[in-house]
Every structure is written in C-alpha cells, then in structure tokens.
C-alpha cells in the first residue's frame, strides 16, 4: 500500500507544462507488447506509463536513477505479473532538447526477468522552454513555430474497469499541443471501441486529462471527463461523458463547466466559476451554475444558477453578488488557480 500511495504522490507532482520531451515507443519485451509513453524534462523529472500486455492495466514508473548513462527503474510493478517487480535499464535516451530528432530511432533496454529489449520510436516532440540561456530559447521557439502533427494517440494514467483511453494530440505551427479527441479501448480485446471527436480545444500536458468517477450516479465509476488543466484548483474547465450499457459506448452528459462537484443525493451537478484573484483568493465573484441528470436520458438539464461574493481576503462572509459583478464575471475569460 505505501509503494502504491508513492506512486501516485509521485504522479500527481508531475509539473504541468505543455512543453516537454513526449516520446512513444513501441515493440516487444520476450512475448510481450509493449507501449511506452514518456513524458520528461530533466533526469530527476523522468515518467513512463504503459499498458500491461495480458491484462491491459496501465502502469507508471518514475524517478529513476541515473547510473553513467542509464537510467533505473528498480522496484515497480512492470511488465511481469507474476513475482510484480522487475528493474528496467534504459540504455541510450537522449533529450535532444529543441532537436527535431533524437539521435537514435530505437530505445534500447534491459529487464531483469526479460532481458535485452529493442523498441521502435513512433513520436517524438522536443521542446523545453526553461533551458537557461538566450540560444536555447530560440531554439525551443522556433521549433515550437514550426512544429505540426495531427492524431498522435497518447495513453492517460486512469481507466475504468473495462476501458483505458488515449487523447488523441494534434499542434498547428505556433499553437500547444491541442487534445482533438479520445480513443476508448476494451480492456477485455485491447481493440478500439470508441473515437470520441472534441473541437474544445483543451491543452495537452500529461498523463492526467481523463479522470474517473460516477458521474450518473449509477453506483460505476465507469464515466469519465475531459480537463483542460491536470491541476485540482479553481476554473480548470472540464466536460463530461457517461457509459451508456445498452449502447455500449461513451455519450456526452451535456455537462461542461469549471471545477464541478457532484451532489450523488440529489444528481446534481454545480459548475463554479471562480472571477478575481485566484492566487490569493480575494474579492473573489463565485458564478455557480446548476444541473440536474436525467437518468431515462442520460444527461444532465440546466436547471438555475447564482452568484456570491467574497468581499476581500480578509472577511470570507459571502454575499449575493451584484448584477454588474454577475454580467462581469460571466464576461470574463479566467485563469486556472493555484491548487488549494
């Protein structure tokens, strides 16, 4: 339970950025297929998720240790399902920070319990702002400006019971990466079941767009949203799909809003949109936002909406807010806060 909670602590810190190494790697380990997908940006600050081949799980391993020109992975549950642990080397990885190309089209690897292994790279992406001087910057920018690609798959962290999912990633020149869609697999076949479009234009970071839960108050927590930040604070816009068993794919819930919680008592769902400071947290206007899930159709209906205010930082006593302050706030574009 402790190595479980490390994992996920370890995840969680994971820096969102939308600029960083992104790597897929694919290939074999002794029988198994394997599918890496690497998110990085230092030695220290180093992921790897996958699917396991037999059960489709998907797994995580972090911090590694750099030994000469190897990076360790000691310890974590891997590719084997039996004995659970397995070391993994990495051998030859390269940043190649602000290079359109690393150097070498094949990560090569050892595990303990399968030996030598061999993977083919299928996608690379190789910007890092925060180098440290004038040259890298304008490296990182112009590849940053030149940079396109449209339906790269990449793997996310959570996954129902019967489902895993990769977004599917698109960047024009000069733009983030951009989540477009969301490929839904059966962890049953391993085959696609489901391609979900999505035109909202959400930012990629990285392993944490899609979050589990029950969301049609079914007792499953086999539903899923789409964020547009990894952060758990205010104003992060998300929007929401439900499992629909007799059809047996993803429907919109018609549900999109900022940072929603759920009321399982009464199926009600409140959108909060945070206006003002979101950094300390002061003369703050809360536009809250009201629906109600239809079970019979499967979606939610707006049913009403109102709206607060926190004078300043110091008296926390809400108010009902203006009509301008109201008009204003709905107006407004704002930012995603700092994590409470």
């Known amino acids: 339970m402790k190595t479980i909670k490390y994992i996920m602590m370890m995840v969680f810190l994971i820096p969102q950025?939308?600029?960083?190494?992104?790597?897929?790697?694919?290939?074999?380990?002794?029988?198994?297929?394997?599918?890496?997908?690497?998110?990085?940006?230092?030695?220290?600050?180093?992921?790897?998720?996958?699917?396991?081949?037999?059960?489709?799980?998907?797994?995580?391993?972090?911090?590694?240790?750099?030994?000469e020109n190897d990076y360790h992975f000691e310890n974590y549950t891997t590719i084997d399902t039996v004995s659970g642990k397995d070391t993994l080397i990495i051998k030859n990885f390269d940043f190649s920070f602000n290079k359109l190309n690393s150097e070498s089209n094949e990560l090569f690897g050892y595990s303990q319990i399968f030996g030598d292994f061999k993977l083919e790279k299928k996608f690379e992406y190789n910007v890092e702002w925060e180098n440290g001087d004038d040259r890298n910057w304008k490296d990182s920018k112009q590849l940053f400006d030149n940079t396109e690609f449209n339906n790269i798959e990449?793997?996310?962290?959570?996954?129902?019971?019967?489902?895993?999912?990769?977004?599917?990633?698109?960047?024009?020149?000069?733009?983030?990466?951009?989540?477009?869609?969301?490929?839904?697999?059966?962890?049953?076949?391993?085959?696609?079941?489901?391609?979900?479009?999505?035109?909202?234009?959400?930012?990629?970071?990285?392993?944490?767009?899609?979050?589990?839960?029950?969301?049609?108050?079914?007792?499953?927590?086999?539903?899923?949203?789409l964020n547009n930040s990894e952060s758990y604070a205010v104003n992060v816009p998300q929007i929401y799909y439900?499992?629909?068993d007799s059809q047996n794919k993803y429907i919109e819930a018609n549900l999109e809003g900022?940072?929603?919680?759920?009321?399982?008592?009464?199926?009600?769902?409140?959108?909060?949109k945070t206006c003002g400071d979101v950094v300390i947290y002061s003369s703050n206007v809360l536009l809250k936002k009201l629906y109600y899930f239809n079970n019979k159709e499967k979606k939610y209906t707006y049913i009403d909406k109102y709206c607060e205010s926190i004078p300043d930082g110091v008296n926390y006593y809400l108010r009902q807010c203006t009509k301008k302050e109201r008009l204003d706030c709905e107006k407004a574009v704002v930012e995603v806060g700092d994590e409470p």
């Not at 198994?32 to 391993?61: G, P, R």
């Not at 990633?169 to 999505?198: A, F, P, R």
């Not at 900022?258 to 909060?272: L, P, R, V």
Request: charged content about 25%; glycine content about 6%; overall charge positive.
């Open 17 to 67: 950025v939308t600029e960083a190494i992104y790597r897929v790697y694919s290939g074999n380990m002794g029988d198994n297929k394997v599918e890496f997908y690497l998110f990085a940006t230092s030695d220290s600050n180093f992921h790897i998720i996958y699917i396991e081949d037999k059960t489709k799980k998907i797994e995580y391993m972090g911090a590694p240790k750099k030994i």
């Open 258 to 272: 900022y940072s929603i919680q759920f009321d399982s008592e009464n199926k009600i769902a409140t959108s909060t």
């Open 242 to 244: 439900i499992y629909d």
């Open 154 to 225: 990449f793997l996310q962290m959570n996954s129902t019971q019967d489902f895993y999912f990769k977004v599917i990633l698109s960047k024009k020149k000069k733009e983030d990466i951009k989540i477009t869609g969301i490929n839904v697999y059966s962890k049953k076949s391993g085959e696609l079941l489901q391609t979900i479009k999505n035109s909202k234009g959400y930012i990629f970071y990285t392993f944490q767009a899609i979050r589990i839960g029950d969301f049609d108050f079914d007792g499953n927590k086999n539903d899923f949203s």
